[in-house]
């Protein structure tokens, strides 16, 4: 399905088949002499053919268009190489770029293995809980070589009427961007700001950002000062009221700040995998024991975002007990959170 936004602005729904997700949301935007393409779908059949039908029902010659890719998620990038042409520019932060090389190293992957390991993950099973995010050629077309185009925070791509401003918004990825158009009050999101539903921030790599829930509130509050009058995001509805839905995603972060400082006080010390057992997740299962493996994986992530955020502020503490990682409540967090009950 497209829908025209504004003029010249275009939302495609490309299909993200076996993905709770269920759409990606692209966007296209019709210029003089080049358009431009944000985000593309899973490398499926169903994804590249929704994306195809959307971009041929709008006239779109993709000799004349560039790909700008919000950030390195499979949902996001994987179908570019396989419908841009030889002279497509493809956008994506250097960031993002560099954190793609690291997910595809060897060396890189069994480290982050032995982090997920010692952070309580069960031992030997990384690779089967990410089975799903491999593999996912469905599509007959060969494949197009490219080399990635760096783009930078304040960088501009003029589009006909429109100037992009690319912002660099952390959190969910080390490089993520959303593009604002100053004049229309436009941003284009990514998976930075979502209806209903909130981006998974994830501690699982090491070698990505250091704090990346920090990292995320900060992006939020540096979106939160731009004059915004519609977010277009990455799945789920446009969003009409920016800084109260930003608020919204800021509490929902402290409440689970608050939820996993509870916790752990409850069971005093904890590896972080056993603590995101004792946290409520929005899956259907009966106990974290029935929790598909791929979400126990992405809830230790989290888990160990929020972790990691505590600890920066002082309120918890981490052990290494036979080479395993541990939390405790400090002193501080114990006298934060008697103050609060
Ligand atoms: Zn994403
Ligand atoms: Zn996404």
Redesign the pocket.
Known sequence: MIREIQKDIYQIEVVLPNNP?KI?NAYLIKGKDRNLLIDTGFAKKESYESLLRGLDKLNIDMKKTDVFLTHL?N??ISLVKYIIEDNCKVYMHPLDQKALRLLNDKAVWKSDEQFNEKMGFPKGRIGEALSSFRDLKEIEKQPKEFIYEDIFEDDIIKVGEYEFKCILTPGHTPGHCCLYEENNKILIGG?LILDKITPNISLNNKQWLANPLEAYIDSLNKVKKLQIDIILP??RNCINGAKSRIEELKEHSYKRLEEVMRALQAKHISCPYDLAGCMNWNIRARSWEEFPLTQKFFALGETMANLVYLESKGLVERDIIQGKIYFSISTIGLSVLSNKA
Do not use: E, G, I, R
Request: no cysteine; charged share 25%.
């Open positions: 997700l990606l998620h949902d996001h998976d990455s799945h």
